[in-house]
């Protein structure tokens, strides 16, 4: 089986391609692309009218599998984080994960391994047991590794097996309980803050650990100008540091939680507009490696509670392309840089074969308008959850096509 997209705009933003023309698939694999690509006899030939044609996302943070809004979203792959019903500990419950994943209907879906047993940052996990089994990096997702011999021994063991840790970026103890950034806003409210600090201070530290220890870290999710700037600093001494962040701290500050609106209750929290324009012009000088979704879903139970009560967490699956195209209609970050941090760059980071429109490469594409103007509308998402902020906002961007593995996954309006 072949097919041919035609009329398409071509971007691969691991060779910096960008030039209209046609992209071809047989038997699940990407064979060219070019100005002038014929079609074997009997192939499928689907006209992009225009449209930009890439390779599929890589969401290197997700806390939920989503199987109908993944790839609606543009997201060919998942990366899911070990804070599950049975928490991703052990090589069992990966092996689980990945045979469940791969019936090919949906989006890709690869976990992340605890990085200490339980989350409880006392001891190190079986990193070997489930890297073997398919897990892609370790992460004790929201909660940071507060020891910081367990973190050095843990950098060094993953270096034996060339694993990826990857930290939550916050300092437990100043980050003290609180609820929002620590701020004007914060203290009008009356809820107890958390300063910026909280967050530099872990990736300072953790960054010398991997200098230490000659070994990478990653930092899941960054959110305020000193954690773009404690990254940018580890990164121009030569350590072995990345980063990401989500396209909501790109779009929001700690002023939309005016009214005590918890639905932009996040972890971490909505910082100030100097934040917000640190972390924009973070992803435009290649500061930040990857944009995430942080894709969580909650029912309105637990997010219409009083504000400290409330549980944190936004979905972001469906709203992560056009979010992340804003700062690029604002002229802010270029377009090649802002799907890089989408494709090739997660897919270096987590050694897969996908993010890339090689020759020889697994089909997973998407196929967007950049330009095509919509609103966000919960009651529209197919998310198993409805808790975003951005309900009624206007955007520009929106998914045609997705495929994994060669095979239409999610077709949307023409």
Known sequence: MSTLFTNARIIDP??????????????????????????????????????????????????AVDPVAAPAGGITTVILQPDQNTMIDNDAVVERIRRRAEDGNSSR?????????GMQGKQ??????????????????????????????????????????????EEAN??????????????RLGLSGIPAAAEAIQIERDSRLADLTNSRIHFSIISSREGVEAVRAAKSRGAKVTCSTAPHYLMLNDNAL???????????????????????????????DTLVSDHDPKSA?????PFAQAAHGIVGFETLLALALAPVHANKVDLMTMLRTLTSAPARLLGLPTGT???????????????????????????????????????????????VNGRTVFEGSA
């Open 301 to 305: 139970d637990v997010k219409r509670l």
């Open 124 to 169: 190190i996990a079986e990193i070997g047991q489930m890297q073997q089994s398919g897990a892609v990096a370790f992460t004790d997702c929201h909660k940071a590794v507060a020891d910081a011999q367990v973190m050095r021994r843990l950098l060094e063991y993953s270096g034996y097996f060339g694993a990826l840790i990857v930290q939550y970026a």
């Open 258 to 288: 005016e009214g005590y609106r918890t639905f932009a209750k996040l972890m971490p929290p909505l910082r100030s507009e100097s934040d917000r324009l640190a972390l924009i012009a973070g992803v435009a000088d290649g500061t930040i």
């Open 14 to 63: 691991g060779s910096d391609y960008d030039q209209m023309g046609s992209l071809l698939v047989e038997d699940s694999y990407i064979t060219g692309y070019g100005t002038a690509l014929d079609a074997p006899a009997g192939s499928e030939i689907i006209d992009c009218d225009g449209r930009i044609i890439c390779p599929g996302f890589i969401d290197m943070r997700a806390h």
């Open 174 to 187: 100043l980050a003290g309980g609180g609820v929002a950034h620590e701020g004007e806003t914060a203290t």
């Open 357 to 403: 429109l090689k020759e020889g490469a697994p089909a997973d594409l998407v196929v967007f308008d950049a330009d095509k103007p919509w609103r966000i509308d919960v009651d529209a998402l197919l998310s198993s959850a409805k808790n975003t902020p951005f309900d009624t906002l206007p955007v520009q961007g929106q998914v045609w096509r997705t495929l």
């Open 109 to 117: 879906v690869y976990p992340m391994g605890t990085a200490t047993l």
